[in-house]
């Protein structure tokens, strides 16, 4: 992929959209040089004293014009380059969609989390930046800067050559050195900063430890003397701005002086008339000043490399494509199966994550899964879900193998510890798990997670945001909304992955309840840390570094297993 | 302005400086106009280069003067500022641990770190960049009004009637703007979010079968975002557009009225050509002030949080020397209170009376006050009202560092540095032995999870380095704990997310560390109860009941009520 493709991409496609800014760029300078210019002029001619102010009529006329048509442009210049903009933010937004979307279920992709995403996010945006204050404006002071050495060349040459040299300090050096210089500082600074954060985000989080080792002072000392260094080095880069400002004055005056006097030099020879020293003089300011700017938003580009680094780093991980399935499982829904035959899988050769299982789940067996961390239990849902593909043996739902269906969220549901409430309405927010429900189909989902009462004492009912339900959802509602969608979504197998971690137990088993009693005639495969509920389930079985290492009733295991009464104990101690 | 800008320490003298030097600026700003106009108008009048080369010379140096003024004003600023938000980052970490966990957990930690970094950085900017314009708004236009008025009457008549107009026209259209972006605020808001909404959710919508064709609403939603956010920039740019419109119509109409002075041979060029050098710079002040005006806002704002943060009450850390505890010390609560406020649930009316070592349960329905009850042990928190005592001696708080010392704490989610494993164990005492902390390490069932890390006790744990589970982070904590030696041991929820396996190996551990320590554990695991030497059941704040497990199921009130709850089937 080309390294540049996130910014020249889009130049190119909408290059006809940049020339036209770049053109309402240049006239905003150049209308407000006109305006120096004519009034320059006007009062230049009007000491001339003519016989009628008719003779200055035309520079009048002038004046106005370049005032309100600067304005004008300026205006229209800021509307088209922001329209622009919008235009390129949404490509990148697809475009980024399109590549995070396959990595979603990529174990090994640092993508996956939402925050890394939320954050490739702000970088999109922050390119954008990159449109509108270095490219463009630079663009236009190039195409200015050509247009007054060409037009001093034809009065003449030398002074065009010490012209372009002069404004070339602006424009070129200056920005080359302000790059040059501020990029391994502001590297460093950024360096610093994100040490200062790091840091003070781990004694934050753990400040209750730093409260009772009453230590603190020590941070606080620590803390203060990095803060210093990021001071010195700002210190260093306001004192080199400073330094290019006040160079870069040098270089306007200088300029001004100098075609002043190459003016005097021209009307003496009677080349021009005295009336345009002021007119070149004052103009000549105004353009100059156009320049200034350049340097400071050259010495950003450093900050969109970080950005653009990121958004390839995407891009590299991007799986390669797989083959989109097609099958659909020929037996009907009321009867699908699970099959596990030898079933391995792990990222090498070398780890297994997941050894040989072999396990068979008609429809609707409600199975419950525990193991530690680590031993398989997530690697093993993905297998069912066709989102891994198994090192050797197989994994069939219904005679298929996963990955081949054609849309595997039409036959398994999950249900995950935090599932995502998305910033919209709570009926649109369920009506995920079926696009097309209707507000019955919805609602009467909502009663059977009874949530109907909760809803109804919303502001707005089922049309009010979830961001200003946020906060009166505990999490148990949270997860019974989630369940509504599932139950929407109404597939023959559901997933529930350890739905009720971090609620308090009475919230637990009831939401238990409600699980077990909606999702009645669905093959459950649950994934739980401990015993509560387990009752209920036909089939218990645990899970150790990738292999089955008890399973069987509840009844069964109770009977039969020392290890798993003590266990069952731990979550039933009185009975 | 702000009026808080004038509270900050030391304002006084730097505003004195850079009025002074802005009052140099100024008269050089003119200066340089008037050199420059001289020189035209001499040239214009026929004499050579050589007889301007005098104004010439005092235009740049008036110009060198200026800009070493402007350059010394953002110096003495920068300092300024650097040294208020030194100020304000030293008394803003003392605030946060005095504050402590409880706000931090209710602000979120990422916020607090937010505020701490970026609120002062953006303060300190705001300060900086204050500063100098509120100077240069406040005496520069005024003085080149007064220059001008004394060069041509009209002009400065024009410049001085176009200024309030134009500050009237920035206002209304910025009224205008607002009005339209609030009205439109929660769509927008929607819609900008909508993009970050859907890649969070990802997998979601994965799960839902959703992720492929959501592509068509991203770009659909994108489409509405483009069109909203122009249709409010139209407005928005208005008044950036009433800035120049104004600005350029002014400078015209001065040249206009200039130019027919001079026909009517009212006026001479030098003064007519000054007026209209210094007619822009008349505007400049204003056009700044408007610029930045989105960091202006969020450093003013971002002050003002942290003010509010520096202003909140904390209670005072006494260094009361609380007696150290031992076998027979004993710890007394008397009617002690606290008040519900953000952050806690309310308690009542405590009593407890310990002596020597003794495992205490805690236990109740969700919100009884379970936290708050170990916080307030903890000195995390302040009583209302109450009388605490240990060994008959009073004790004013909890927070006492000579209290703090003697308490290890084990919350549910032990927080694990970013930091090497040896210096995660030794975190309260950075100098014990590795050995020491290698015994600890063994104490708490972690040598298995050590052996099988690249570089075992020196490798690097916490966010960003190696991952741990939620038992081994316990397992962390227990050797933390048991490296402290300290003799009383709070524990908030140990368990109740651990894999039960796990959780059943850990609490053997525990409850073999629980030995002559004073334990408080507050919990809504069952289990644990029947190892506690005494319950204390809480319900709304209170304790409603008391005694171990046998008494308390014999009393079948609230406690019996809560097993049977919890033990019945689902």
């Keep these: 992929m080309d390294r540049e493709n996130w910014i020249i991409a889009y130049i190119c496609q909408y290059s006809r959209f940049f020339v036209l800014s770049i053109i309402l760029g240049t006239l905003t300078i150049l209308l407000g040089t006109g305006l120096m210019f004519t009034s320059g002029y006007l009062i230049s001619k009007a000491a001339t004293r003519p016989e009628s102010i008719l003779m200055v009529y035309v520079p009048i006329v002038g004046v106005r014009t370049f005032g309100i048509g600067r304005a004008v442009f300026s205006y229209v210049e800021k509307l088209s380059g922001h329209s622009l903009v919008l235009k390129i933010l949404s490509q990148m937004r697809i475009r980024l969609y399109k590549v995070a979307e396959p990595q979603a279920f990529l174990h090994r992709s640092r993508f996956r989390t ?7 996010a702000s970088d999109i945006e922050h390119l954008l930046d990159f449109y509108l204050k270095t490219f463009l404006p630079s663009v236009v002071s190039i195409f200015v800067y050509a247009g007054l050495i060409i037009w001093m060349g034809w009065f003449s040459i030398p002074f065009a050559i010490i012209g372009a040299m002069m404004i070339g300090l602006l424009l070129f050096v200056g920005p080359l050195f302000s790059l040059l210089y501020m990029k391994a500082r502001n590297e460093r600074l950024k360096r610093l900063k994100n040490g200062l954060y790091d840091k003070l985000t781990d004694t934050v989080m753990g400040i209750s430890d730093w409260i009772f080792s009453g230590k603190y002072f020590l941070f606080t000392e620590e803390y203060q003397k990095q803060e210093q260094e990021s001071y010195k080095l700002e210190r260093q880069k306001l004192a080199f701005t400073n330094g290019r400002d006040v160079l870069n004055q040098f270089v306007l005056g200088g300029m001004v002086i100098l075609t002043v006097a190459w003016a005097g030099k021209l009307t003496a020879e009677g080349r021009i008339a005295p009336v345009l020293i002021a007119a070149l003089g004052l103009s000549l300011l105004t353009v100059l000043e156009s320049f200034l700017p350049i340097a400071g938003g050259v010495s950003e580009l450093p900050a969109y490399q970080d950005s653009l680094r990121r958004l390839e780093a995407i891009e590299r991980e991007k799986p390669p494509e797989k083959e989109v399935g097609t099958e659909k499982p020929s037996a009907q829904q009321q009867s699908i199966s699970i099959e596990m035959e030898r079933l391995s899988f792990g990222y090498s050769p070398g780890e297994q994550l997941l050894n040989e299982i072999t396990l068979s789940i008609n429809q609707g067996e409600k199975v419950a899964i525990l193991g530690r961390s680590g031993s398989g239990k997530s690697t093993l849902l993905h297998l069912i879900l066709g989102s891994l593909s198994p090192s050797s043996g197989e994994v069939k739902i219904s005679g298929l193998h996963p990955c081949r269906i054609e849309s595997i969220a039409n036959w398994v549901g999950v249900l995950n510890q935090k599932p995502y409430l998305f910033n919209t309405t709570v009926i649109n927010n369920i009506r995920l798990g079926k696009p097309d429900a209707t507000i019955e189909e919805v609602q009467e989902v909502g009663r059977m997670v009874d949530l109907d009462e909760i809803i109804a004492n919303l502001p707005n009912g089922y049309e009010t945001l979830m961001e200003e339900t946020g906060q009166r959802f505990s999490g148990g509602e949270r997860q019974r909304i989630a369940l509504a969608r599932i139950l929407l979504q109404d597939t023959p197998i559901v997933i529930l992955d350890e739905p009720t971690v971090g609620l308090d137990p009475l919230t637990e088993k009831r939401l238990l309840a409600t699980m077990l009693k909606t999702l009645s005639g669905k093959t459950i495969l649950w994934v739980t840390h401990h015993l509560a509920g387990v009752e209920k389930m036909d089939k218990v079985l645990f899970l150790e570094r990738g292999t089955i290492t008890m399973q069987g009733s509840h009844h069964n295991l109770l009977e039969t297993e020392e290890r798993y009464r003590r266990l069952y104990k731990l979550d039933r101690p009185f009975s | 302005m702000d009026k808080a800008l004038f509270k900050v320490k030391g304002i006084r003298a730097v505003l004195a400086k850079l009025a002074a030097l802005t009052v140099i600026q100024a008269s050089m700003i003119m200066t340089q106009a008037f050199y420059l106009a001289a020189a035209i108008s001499s040239l214009f009048g026929g004499d050579s280069f050589h007889r301007t080369a005098r ?36 008394a803003l970490l003392e605030k946060l641990f005095r504050l402590g966990p409880r706000f931090v957990k209710k602000e979120g930690s990422g916020q607090t770190v937010t505020l701490v970094i970026e609120g002062i950085t953006k303060y300190r900017h705001y300060l900086e960049l204050s500063l100098v314009k509120l100077l240069n708004m406040a005496l520069i236009p005024m003085a080149i009004m007064i220059f001008i008025l004394s060069l041509n009457a009209r002009s400065a008549v024009i410049l001085t009637l176009a200024l309030p107009l134009l500050v009237i026209f920035m206002i209304l259209l910025g009224l205008a703007a607002k009005t339209k972006a609030d009205r439109q605020y929660e769509s927008y808001h929607l819609l900008s979010n909508h993009f970050v909404d859907s890649l969070r959710g990802l997998e979601t919508l994965k799960y839902l079968g959703l992720a492929k064709s959501h592509v068509n609403k991203i770009a659909y939603v994108s489409e509405q975002y483009r069109k909203a956010t122009l249709a409010s920039l139209k407005i928005a740019f208005l008044s950036s557009f009433a800035l120049d419109f104004f600005t350029m119509l002014s400078i015209a109409t001065v040249a206009v009225f200039l130019g027919l002075d001079l026909i009517n041979g009212d006026m001479y060029l030098h003064p007519a050509l000054t007026i209209l050098i210094l007619a822009p710079e008349f505007f400049v002040p204003i056009r700044e002030l408007g610029s930045d005006y989105h960091a202006t806002l969020d450093g003013r704002n971002a002050g003002k949080k942290i003010m ?78 109450g009388n605490i005592q240990i060994n008959q001696q009073r004790v004013e708080t909890l927070a006492a560092k000579s209290w703090q010392r003697q308490l290890s704490y084990i919350p549910q989610h032990p927080y694990i540095f970013h930091d090497t494993v040896l210096n995660n164990i030794r975190f309260y005492h950075p100098d014990a032995q590795a050995n020491e902390v290698y015994e600890a390490a063994r104490y708490a069932g972690l040598l298995d999870v050590i052996e099988s890390l690249p570089e075992g006790l020196a490798t690097m744990i916490g966010d960003g380095g190696r991952h741990l589970s939620g038992g081994q982070e316990q397992r962390i904590a227990l050797a933390r704990s048991f490296l402290g030696k300290r003799s009383i041991i709070m524990l908030d929820e140990p368990t109740a997310h651990l894999d039960i396996e796990t959780e059943l190996e850990l609490k053997e551990k525990m409850l073999d560390f629980f030995k002559g320590k004073l334990v408080f554990l507050a919990t809504h695991r069952l289990h644990w109860m029947r190892d506690m030497d005494e319950i204390i059941v809480l319900e709304h704040g209170r304790i409603v009941e008391s ?24």
Aim: charge should be negative; glycine fraction near 8%.
């Design chain 2, 55 to 90: 104004e010439l010379a005092i235009f740049f140096l008036a110009l060198t003067i200026r800009q070493g003024a402007a350059v010394w004003k953002k110096h003495i600023a920068f300092h300024f500022a650097a040294y208020a938000s030194e100020t304000l980052h030293a």
């Design chain 1, 114 to 120: 939402g925050e890394m995403l939320g954050l490739l």
């Design chain 2, 308 to 385: 509010e943060l520096l202003e909140r009450e904390t209670f005072q850390e006494l260094d009361t020397l609380v007696p150290v505890w031992d076998s027979s010390t004993n710890f007394t609560i008397k009617g002690l209170s606290v008040q519900y406020d953000d952050y806690a649930t309310a308690l009542e009316d405590i009593e407890l009376n310990v002596t020597g070592a003794k495992t205490i349960g805690i236990i109740g329905a969700s919100g009884a006050g379970k936290s708050t009850l170990i916080d307030v042990l903890s000195g995390f928190l302040k009583q209302e009202s």
């Design chain 2, 547 to 570: 005694g171990d497990h046998e008494q308390l199921l014999a009393n079948k009130s609230v406690y019996y009520q809560l097993v049977k709850a919890q033990e019945g089937e689902v």
